[in-house]
T-cell receptor, first 117, second 119 residues
Framework: EAGVTQFPSHSVIEKGQTVTLRCDPI?????LYWYRRVMGKEIKFLLH????????ESGMPNNRFLAERTGGTYSTLKVQPAELEDSGVYFC???????????????FGQGTRLTVV | AQKVTQAQTEISVVEKEDVTLDCVYE???????LFWYKQPPSGELVFLIR??????QNEISGRYSWNFQKSTSSFNFTITASQVVDSAVYFC????????????????FGSGTQLTVLP
């Protein structure tokens, strides 16, 4: 079974440009999350989709970041325009949806390393 | 608010030594989950363990063991007889209980501990 796949693995762009990151979750996983690790600090939550709906987007840093999950399958995270402080590793994770208070762990992708110069 | 502290930024040990990675957490919730993830040089985050707040029983899996103590809000991770392949960044994480809809809440991570095992 394929795991969580992220594309590209690396991206180097100039300040002011636009970049779109893609995440393909594990098939059948309703929950999809975006996280970011900046400059060796902790990994921080950005947002959470349940199917195609945004359950929680409290971690999105500002309106330069736009996440979508059309059809409840893959997700994209667009940064427009990119700034220097956006550099970091962006992780995507997915987990199954469960009825009731059953917790399922999240499986992470390998991350996209974004460098804004 | 939730917080996870991994005070050890970097640890170096020689192969076959035992090493303990510390994790201290803060939460106001009575139902929560604690995790450890491993990030090898290849970059992906590999799930190691999940514990819920109602289960303080320590766990051992091969050379790995975890010590969960609610009294000190700690969830420490010990690797026995370390190997070079254990070299990685290790993250401790915390999550509140699921939403009433059943969907899982997000993880709050510590800043990670870089473990280097020297041959």
């Amino acid at each position: 079974e394929a795991g969580v796949t992220q594309f590209p693995s690396h991206s180097v762009i100039e300040k002011g440009q636009t970049v779109t990151l893609r995440c393909d979750p594990i098939s059948g996983h309703d929950n999809l999350y975006w996280y970011r690790r900046v400059m060796g600090k902790e990994i921080k939550f950005l947002l959470h989709f349940v199917k195609e709906s945004k359950q929680d987007e409290s971690g999105m840093p500002n309106n330069r970041f736009l996440a979508e999950r059309t059809g409840g399958t893959y997700s994209t995270l667009k940064v427009q325009p990119a700034e220097l402080e956006d550099s970091g590793v962006y992780f995507c994770a997915s987990s199954q949806g469960q009825g009731g208070l059953v917790f399922t762990e999240a499986f992470f992708g390998q991350g996209t390393r974004l460098t804004v110069v | 608010a939730q917080k996870v502290t991994q005070a050890q930024t970097e640890i170096s040990v020689v192969e076959k030594e035992d090493v303990t990675l510390d994790c201290v957490y803060e939460t106001r919730d009575t139902t929560y989950y604690l995790f450890w993830y491993k990030q090898p040089p290849s970059g992906e985050l590999v799930f190691l363990i999940r514990r819920n707040s109602f289960d303080e029983q320590n766990e051992i899996s091969g050379r790995y063991s975890w010590n969960f103590q609610k009294s000190t809000s700690s969830f420490n991770f010990t690797i026995t007889a370390s190997q070079v392949v254990d070299s990685a960044v290790y993250f401790c994480a915390l999550s509140e209980g699921p939403f009433s809809s059943g969907s899982a809440r997000q993880l709050t991570f510590g800043s990670g501990t870089q473990l280097t095992v020297l041959p």
